[in-house]
Structure formats: C-alpha cells, structure tokens
C-alpha cells in the first residue's frame, strides 16, 4: 500500500504540495475551495476562502488566506516561489455552497455565491483559467487535489466523490 503526503489546509488557510503529496480541507459550506495547479512542475495549491473581500474586515492585522482577494495572490507567490509558472496554472474550484434558506435575499446573506464570484474575479484579472467548477447547491464538500496528477476529489454526503 502506498502511503500518501497529506498537506491539510484549515478554514481561512493555503498551503503548496509537491513530491506527489496531496492538499486536503474539510468543512467547505459558503467556503471556497480553490486550487491551482502547474503540471509541468507538478506544484499545487489550495486555499480555503472564508469571506470575498478584505475590504469587509475589521480587524488591524487581517489572515489574508480568509479572503478572496488576498488569499489568491498570496498563494501564486508562494507557488512561483516553489518555481511554478503562473502562465500556466490551471484552477479548480469546490465549495460556495448557500447553506441556509432566508426568506431575505439581501447580499450580505448569499456569502458562497459571493466567494464564488469574487475567486472568478480574481482568477479572470489574474488570467487564470477555471478548468472545472463544483460550486453552489446547499451541502457540504471535503475536497482533495493530488499534486501529481492535478486532480481534485470532491467529497459530499449527498454526491459522494467525484473527480474533476
């Protein structure tokens, strides 16, 4: 049996894998699981986005992995810094998942379509393509990205795995 590198990444976290290690994060309901991966380097990433903007926060020193806007900057660089080329990453996303029925359809309440929408902003202004998406719905995701291959698992009670 072989015995599998896994590189977990928590709520509001990213983190690179390399060397056939795989990035895993459990818990995606309005979250956004985006990950990015360079197949000529076989560099992967992932980060797990709480919230779309940074402009929202209220806090002095912000966890720019909670944030769309921050967070995917921050982990290209950290990839490019492993020697990924970011001409060549390809994105995956799972999660932003509306959790809960409100008979209000204020913005402030749709927080997973809107970290949906702000991770394809920000992908588009940095010319990155989405290769697939297993976005939206109301239920849960653990998602998994091999380094080697580039695939991501996703896991749901409701769907069971599927790979994209």
């Not at 076989?42 to 926060?57: E, F, K, W």
């Not at 939206?136 to 790979?163: A, H, M, P, W």
Request: proline content about 2%; hydrophobic content about 45%; charged content about 25%.
């Amino acid at each position: 049996m072989i015995q599998q590198n896994i590189v977990k990444v928590g709520m509001a976290d990213l983190n690179i894998a390399t060397d056939r290690a795989v990035l895993k994060t459990t818990g995606l309901g309005s979250c956004v699981g985006l990950t990015l991966f360079d197949e000529r380097t076989r560099i992967a990433g992932m980060a797990h986005v709480m919230l779309p903007s940074s402009q929202i926060a209220r806090e002095a020193s912000i966890n720019i992995a909670k944030f769309a806007d921050t967070a995917i900057p921050d982990l290209i660089e950290r990839m490019k810094r492993a020697g990924a080329d970011s001409s060549r990453l390809i994105a995956k996303m799972a999660g932003g998942a509306q959790m809960f029925a409100f008979t209000s359809q204020s913005d402030a309440m749709r927080i997973g379509p809107r970290n949906v929408e702000s991770c394809k902003e920000m992908l588009d202004k940095l010319r990155i393509k989405i290769a697939a998406e297993d976005t939206g719905g109301n239920y849960g995701r653990t998602i998994e990205l091999d380094s080697n291959s580039g695939i991501l698992s996703i896991r749901s009670v409701q769907f069971g795995i599927k790979e994209i």
